[in-house]
């Protein structure tokens, strides 16, 4: 964006915006973080760091920064005690946001992240959730089956995006929850995206979910197993497909997003079918 586009967006940019940094024992992250915070070309209205029962020195190092720190005991419910939550809050927020945030406390932004994805939404509202590049990490939806969507460590929400999928300004949480957003909003006609020209980076080596985890949510969200199981072999993690067949067994319950999701997973199929037959047949003749 160059310096004259910058300034109109500027202007326009006059909304409220609220962000939300999710923390646990991230000693090593978060102070980086919120200087990229600090560091937007916009001004951000509040700062909500959230944490998770921190046993590290992290509630220090934010207590030297001017946000909002909530803290919250961990939740090891239907936890198997091998599936921690975070407790990501939302009745704090201000009553008047336009803009939400979720950014993870291992990730920082280029400083003008979020003027950049507000200008988009500006021009666009039926995106609804908005993200950058996540540099560092690599993705995989399309083992999954599924559309490549917004990163749920740096996503932007618009205030009406927010409501629809919550039902009210306090987040229902449920596990998977990024992925959950991302489904579920289609559901209301939005269409979250990620944006390559706006930038983010991941400062953990790797994600701290394991496979177990990825499995388990995996059924909640209503994944065919056909494409649990080629992730499984794929990331060679056989617990990924342990995860799963616990949360079978134990009938966990499964999110109304399954409809959407099986809908993604079986136009991938068809997609790859279409795409491949001609070519089997091509070297079949050849053979």
Not at 240 to 245: A, I, S, T, W
Request: proline share 5%; aromatic share 10%.
């Amino acid at each position: 964006m160059n310096s004259s586009t910058g300034s109109r967006a500027r202007e326009r940019l006059t909304d409220k915006i609220s962000i939300i940094v999710p923390m646990y024992n991230e000693e090593a992250f978060i102070e980086k973080c919120l200087d990229s915070l600090m560091a937007q070309s916009i001004d951000i209205n509040q700062i909500i760091v959230v944490d998770d029962g921190s046993t590290d020195s992290s509630p220090r190092i934010v207590s030297k920064f001017d946000v909002t720190m909530v803290t919250r005991i961990r939740n090891e419910e239907k936890s198997l005690k091998r599936y921690p939550h975070v407790i990501r809050e939302g009745s704090l927020l201000l009553d008047e946001f336009d803009y939400l945030g979720i950014l993870d406390a291992d990730t920082v932004l280029e400083p003008e992240y979020y003027e950049k994805l507000i200008s988009k939404l500006q021009e666009d509202e039926m995106i609804g959730i908005a993200g950058g590049k996540l540099i560092g990490e690599p993705s995989t939806w399309l083992v999954l089956g599924l559309l490549p969507a917004v990163y749920g460590c740096n996503r932007l929400y618009t205030r009406k995006c927010w409501l629809d999928i919550n039902d009210g300004t306090k987040m229902k949480f449920v596990p998977a929850l990024d992925t959950y957003h991302n489904i579920y909003s289609r559901k209301f006609g939005y269409n979250p995206t990620r944006f390559e020209d706006v930038e983010s980076w991941t400062l953990r080596p790797e994600r701290t979910s394991t496979p177990f985890e990825k499995g388990f949510c995996s059924y909640q969200l209503g994944y065919h197993s056909f494409f649990l199981l080629g992730r499984a072999v794929k990331e060679r993690a056989s617990s990924m497909l342990h995860g799963y067949l616990v949360a079978w067994f134990k009938g966990e319950m499964q999110y109304p997003v399954k409809p959407i999701v099986r809908e993604m997973q079986t136009s991938r199929v068809k997609k790859v079918i279409t795409k491949w037959l001609p070519r089997a047949r091509v070297i079949g003749e050849m053979v």
